[in-house]
């Protein structure tokens, strides 16, 4: 009895991630050039429709994932904090393009160094800006990370070492980038 | 040929930096042209006078406003060249009947950076002197809602000053390193 309940919650669970992974709603949040790849991913050339992810929402209550697109300032950065906080469980964010992974060249007074630092991301797709088909390997790991029924949560967790610690929060340094993937690994 | 398109004034009469020149002769510093590319340096009291004059009078009748921006000298040039001010406001005028331009600098120095504002006679003046209130700190006397135009209020400092840190940074929320 106990194993069969086991083989259907499973098997429902399969099926939950299935159909999540195909039926995804995306709230594209777009603030700056990444949004023109965005878009000729989205158009018919490249077809993210083929993904289940053709439909984006403008409504962060009825998305599902949140596609951060463009580079975020300071003074944006409460703006995609409470769109983040508007969206319904289970939710997935996607950083597209190398200014919302690590703050890409800017380094000033203006910009979040990486939106990993305001909320929790699943996908980072780097790219100045990603091609599409960059985009759709993302995309397709965001799939499979929906199928297993996984999620960040944290900004940074010191036990799975998920999210980005505050030592690397700063400017991005290749020294600091380096010493931080070798503490993840070890 | 109609009549409606202005002509190019004859040769002959004189630029408008001559103009100026000849009628604040005590208020200008400085003057430089190239090629019809025409500045002068003014004594930040006097920029009030000047503007009007450029603005009202028939012959100059500089009714645009192109840009309002500004220059810190500090560690000019490595620090090899020192100044005896620190800011420089820069103004560019074009008139679009007389297809002629302007260029005007106003020296400010650190102490009190302070120069009268132009939104009464140019409305075109009143973001761009708030937008240089807010990244160099210049204060525009008279202006009627002097305050930060890009910057949140909650921002320290000027971002565009030289001695402002270029990666210190102010979130308003996350990590505040």
């Not at chain 2, 430089?32 to 006078?49: P, S, W």
């Not at chain 2, 012959?59 to 309002?68: G, I, R």
């Not at chain 2, 090899?80 to 302007?102: A, D, G, P, T």
């Amino acid at each position: 009895m106990n194993e069969a309940s086991n083989f259907f919650t499973s098997k429902l669970k399969d099926a939950l991630g299935w159909a999540r992974k195909f039926s995804i709603f995306q709230y594209p949040f777009v603030t700056a050039c990444c949004g023109m790849e965005y878009m000729s991913t989205a158009a018919s050339h490249y077809d993210i429709d083929r993904f289940g992810a053709g439909f984006p929402r403008f409504s962060p209550r009825q998305s599902d994932v949140l596609f951060v697109v463009g580079t975020i300032s300071q003074k944006m950065a409460p703006v995609l904090k409470t769109v983040h906080d508007q969206m319904c469980d289970p939710k997935w964010v996607v950083a597209f393009g190398v200014c919302t992974c690590t703050g890409g060249f800017y380094d000033n007074y203006a910009t979040v160094m990486g939106i990993d630092t305001i909320i929790p991301v699943d996908i980072y797709i780097p790219g100045c800006p990603p091609r599409p088909e960059n985009v759709i390997d993302g995309l397709m790991k965001l799939q499979d990370k929906i199928q297993k029924g996984e999620q960040s949560r944290t900004l940074y967790d010191p036990n799975t070492k998920i999210g980005r610690p505050a030592e690397v929060q700063g400017a991005y340094t290749v020294e600091g980038h380096i010493k931080h993937i070798e503490s993840r690994s070890s | 040929m109609t009549d409606n398109i202005s002509v190019p004034k004859p040769a002959g009469l004189l630029t408008p930096l001559q103009r100026i020149q000849e009628k604040f002769p005590a208020l200008i510093k400085e003057t430089h042209a190239f090629r019809g590319d025409e500045t002068a340096v003014i004594q930040a009291a006097g920029l009030a006078e000047v503007a009007a004059f450029l603005k009202e009078s028939p012959e100059l009748d500089f009714n645009f406003l192109m840009d309002l921006s500004a220059v810190d000298y500090l560690f000019y040039a490595g620090g090899r060249i020192q100044k005896e001010f620190r800011f420089e406001v820069v103004y560019h005028f074009y008139s679009l009947k007389f297809n002629h331009r302007i260029r005007i600098k106003v020296p400010l120095d650190e102490k009190n950076p302070e120069v009268d504002s132009l939104t009464g006679l140019w409305s075109a003046a009143n973001w761009y002197e708030r937008e240089v209130w807010d990244m160099f700190g210049i204060r525009f006397k008279g202006h009627p809602n002097l305050k930060r135009i890009l910057m949140y209020e909650e921002f320290q400092g000027h971002p565009l000053r030289k001695d402002y840190p270029y990666n210190k940074r102010q979130p308003l929320i996350g990590p505040k390193t």
